[in-house]
Structure formats: structure tokens, C-alpha cells
């Protein structure tokens, strides 16, 4: 059984996802708005958000940025509109999913479950080695991204597909390849989300954006040159 909080200003939507929910054998608390959210996983712990974009009182993108101050909650951003800009935003800010509605509450709850599963999993081992490519630098231990001594600041999604990519430098990755293993085999998304994620490290990594290559047909590899 997991802990969810459902926010959502509309009531009918917050009844179906607790249905659905309930069923699945996880425990429900809901929240109205934005602000309310906040208080609640200041008080609480859960093991999964599940938040509404457009919302009175406070927004969930802006809901967000302030509960990312104090937990690494996963969040599933739900709305009305699919827009890339909205997805760019939503996962800058360190959105785990994002689903436009109208949706399938049944893909809902395996969306919510597969989330929940990868956060449970225990991390790989990492490396102590420290990987040097001039002046970008990846410490696997210390999770940490820097240029030129300046620390790089990532969402915890674009670190794991980062690190992955690290690992695997100079091996020609398959989306399917990336996909299963930065989100999960059980993941429901699609490839839009693995080509949002490889635009904003892109723009994280500034000139060293070269090193992730575009291999057309297949997917990516990190090469070092």
C-alpha cells in the first residue's frame, strides 16, 4: 500500500482517482489547492503526488518548485494542456509524469504504480571512479555534475538518464534501451519524454552538449572527444 495526495480543485476528479486508488489498495489524502498541498507534505510523507496544473489560491507548477524545496516526493503532473513548453517546465522543475486529461484513470494507476516502483528500487552501486571529460566533471559517488569547478544543477530524472548514458559512453544506446532503463520496463510514456529530457541536459551541459549524439533511426550515445 502507498500513500498518495491528490490534488485537484475539481472534486469529481479527485473521487475517481481516489476510487481507482483505493482500489489498486493505496491510501488517499486529497488537497484543493496548491497551498494546501504544501501543508500537507510539510506535515506528511507520501510516497506519490498526483497534482493538477491549473488550480486557484496556487498553481501546481508553482506548488511544485516549493514542495522540490523540501522533499524528492515523486510528482505526476496532471492537465488540461499538452503543450511541449509545458512539459519542458513541468519536468525542469523536477516533475516525475506528466498526463493530459481526459485520461484513463486505469493508465493513471500504472503510471502511478510504475513511478512508485523505480523510487523503490534500490540505486545501483555507484562507481567511486571519477569521470573527467576536460572540463566537465561526473562523480558517480557524490552525485554530482560540474563544469569547469561549477556544479551543474539537474532534476533527479536528468541525472539517472545522465549517469546511465556515462556508464554506457560510446555504446550506440537504443531509445528502447534508454527508456527501460532510466524509467522502468514498466513504464506507459512515450518517446516525447525521453527527447524532452535529452533537450534539457542538453541545455544543462551548455558547450559539452556535443558530447550526447543524435543517432538517427536508433537513439543516442555519449561520446568522448
Known amino acids: 500500500m502507498y500513500k498518495l495526495l491528490v490534488v485537484d480543485d475539481e472534486k469529481m476528479i479527485r473521487e475517481l482517482i481516489k476510487k ?3 482500489f489498486e489498495g493505496h491510501e488517499v489524502t486529497e488537497a484543493e489547492d496548491g497551498m494546501e498541498a504544501i501543508e500537507k507534505c510539510k506535515m506528511n510523507q507520501f510516497d506519490l503526488i498526483i497534482m493538477d496544473v491549473m488550480m486557484p489560491e496556487l498553481d501546481g507548477f508553482s506548488a511544485c518548485r516549493e514542495i522540490r524545496k523540501f522533499t524528492d516526493t515523486p510528482v505526476l503532473m496532471l492537465s488540461a494542456r499538452g503543450e511541449e513548453y509545458d512539459r519542458i517546465h513541468g ?4 516533475v516525475d509524469d506528466y498526463v493530459v486529461k481526459p485520461f484513463s484513470p486505469k493508465e493513471l494507476m500504472m503510471r502511478v504504480n510504475a513511478i512508485i516502483k523505480r523510487g523503490k ?3 545501483e552501486a555507484a562507481s567511486k571512479d571519477v569521470v573527467c571529460f576536460q572540463g566537465l566533471k561526473v562523480d558517480f559517488d557524490a ?3 560540474s563544469i569547469d569547478g561549477k556544479n551543474v544543477e539537474m532534476t533527479p530524472k536528468e541525472y539517472e538518464l545522465f549517469f546511465y548514458m556515462v556508464r554506457n559512453r560510446g555504446i550506440a544506446l537504443s531509445r528502447e534501451n534508454l527508456i527501460s532503463n ?3 520496463y514498466d ?3 512515450d518517446d516525447r519524454t525521453l ?3 535529452i533537450k534539457l541536459l542538453r541545455k544543462s551541459l551548455g558547450e559539452y552538449a556535443r558530447l550526447i549524439v543524435t543517432l538517427r533511426g536508433v537513439g543516442y550515445r555519449f561520446e568522448e572527444k
Do not use: N, P, Q, S
Not at 519536468?91 to 523536477?94: S, T
Open 20 to 22: 481507482y486508488a483505493t
Open 91 to 94: 519536468f525542469e522543475i523536477g
Open 121 to 123: 528500487v534500490k540505486e
Open 143 to 145: 552525485r554530482l555534475v
Open 182 to 184: 532510466v524509467w522502468g
Open 187 to 189: 513504464y506507459y510514456g
Open 195 to 197: 527527447d524532452t529530457h
